[in-house]
């Protein structure tokens, strides 16, 4: 699944671990959603979205 999480993570000058902080998950875990080899799970998806105001599909993009 593509996303925009880093772009996103950037445009706020965050690390990962501010993200993985914000969203109490580890940083392997941001890192993992951000290259695409862990799609996260749907309350996850939706706590990335609260954070971002965006909607899920801003973010995420089945693909």
Known sequence: M???LKVLRAERDW???DL???LEVSR???NAIETGKYDPSLPLA???ARLFAL???AI???G
């Open 20 to 22: 993985a902080r914000r």
């Open 2 to 4: 593509k996303n925009r």
């Open 28 to 30: 392997q875990s941001v």
């Open 55 to 57: 909607p899920i599909e």
């Open 60 to 62: 995420f993009e089945d």
């Open 46 to 48: 939706f706590r990335i």
């Open 15 to 17: 690390s990962q671990a």
